[in-house]
């Protein structure tokens, strides 16, 4: 039998950086050292506290089957998180707790967008936004951040790409790929935007806890947001907790009540002892410790690598305010991010993205994840500059 494929499946992508991993796993077992900077995950252990939360939810019987939006408990210590960040206070029936935070985004997707509407998305941008935009058969309308205005939007272009078509905006600040982070005027000018159109916002927040300086107000917090506004999170980067599976948004209560059907339909809901393990984690004093910790030690690796990357032939890197990705500029050596890329990956042993992966103005630069311990960034440093040396044009 040969298997005929529905039409969707050729508009649905994927994430690059699991790709790389799989090469470059297999260029280890056959023999080469490898550095990797491709995957975007804390190399961070879960805080004991929370390991045991969750050990200790599956002894006392938290193996069975939760309310489809997620246990009270949990949804109650993640409206009190929300809430502490600022914004207008948060009720736990806004709250729904999803098996992985993607899973926000494809429901708010489905629950809210026709085909033939358009949602404006980040370009560069986490490639998961254009590919379940495409996937509904909506048309995705990129956005450019430049370099030049530190990654952020600009205001003026996304306004003149709203169109009576138009009926969402993807928003993620702090970004993926460039750490780039928006200003408290950016988001007012864009909520105001959002209200004079009405239109919704998915504000993509999971990288809002690794900042290395303050940050703005949350974008629910602006007047009219709060009815229009769907935040994404999880607890994968912050609490080192990716494998743990445990996402969730904050949204409107009719739309979280339809979030909860297409979860029914779906994956029935979360685990629950990854739900109580998230109470811990939201909670515990120990928990907000070791975030803290993380996060220094993040900051420390960012100017490691920051400084390294700037010292190379044909490469300027801005710094990045939060999350753990640089995003060098490498137009200076000659060559394109996919060439380069796949060059250092096969003969320097290093493993990182192409800008192209994040969308066409992704053009000209790379992703390095700097979730490895300093050593690897010195080792992956060094292995990048005897390769620049030998093959950036004018050295």
């Not at 935009?133 to 272009?157: H, Q, S, W, Y």
């Not at 988001?187 to 809002?208: G, K, N, P, R």
């Amino acid at each position: 039998m040969t298997l005929r494929f529905a039409r969707r499946m050729e508009r649905l992508g994927t994430e690059s950086a699991f790709e790389v991993l799989a090469q470059a796993r297999a260029l280890e077992a056959a023999g080469q050292p490898m550095v990797h900077l491709e995957i975007g995950e804390p190399d961070f252990d879960t805080p004991a506290n929370i390991v045991e939360a969750g050990c200790r939810a599956m002894r006392e019987g938290a193996t069975h089957y939760t309310p489809a939006a997620g246990l009270p408990q949990a949804r109650a210590a993640i409206a009190k998180a929300v809430e502490a960040r600022g914004g207008p206070p948060v009720d736990p029936a806004e709250v729904v707790v999803v098996p992985g935070s993607k899973n926000v985004l494809a429901f708010a997707l489905l629950a809210l967008i026709e085909p033939g509407d358009e949602v404006i998305l980040p370009d560069p941008g986490y490639p998961i936004y254009r590919s379940l935009v495409n996937f509904i058969g909506a048309v995705p309308r990129p956005v450019p951040l430049r370099e030049a205005r530190a990654f952020r939007l600009d205001v003026e272009e996304l306004a003149a790409l709203i169109t009576p078509k138009t009926r969402m905006i993807i928003v993620n600040s702090p970004h993926n790929p460039t750490g780039g982070v928006l200003t408290d005027e950016d988001l007012d000018q864009i909520a105001a935007l959002a209200v004079e159109h009405d239109l919704v916002v998915v504000s993509d927040e999971i990288y809002s806890q690794i900042c290395f300086e303050p940050g703005p107000r949350p974008l629910r917090a602006r007047p009219g947001m709060a009815e229009r506004t769907v935040v994404l999170d999880g607890l994968s980067k912050t609490y080192a907790m990716c494998g743990w599976r445990l996402g969730f948004g904050v949204m409107p209560p009719a739309l979280a009540e339809r979030m909860a059907t297409l979860l029914i339909n779906s994956s029935s809901c979360a685990a629950a002892f990854t739900q109580l393990a998230a109470v811990e984690a939201l909670q515990a004093p120990e928990s907000q410790a070791a975030v803290e910790m993380m996060v220094l030690e993040f900051r420390r690796r960012r100017d490691v690598l920051v400084d390294g990357l700037s010292r190379l032939p044909g490469v300027r890197c801005h710094r990045p305010a939060a999350s753990f990705y640089a995003f060098p500029n490498i137009t200076g050596t000659g060559l394109d991010g996919r060439t380069l890329a796949r060059r250092l990956m096969h003969e320097a042993g290093v493993a990182l993205l192409p800008g192209e992966a994040f969308g066409a103005q992704g053009a000209g630069y790379l992703r390095l994840a700097y979730t490895v311990s300093t050593d690897q960034i010195g080792d992956a440093l060094e292995r990048m500059g005897a390769f620049f040396e030998a093959v950036v044009p004018g050295r």
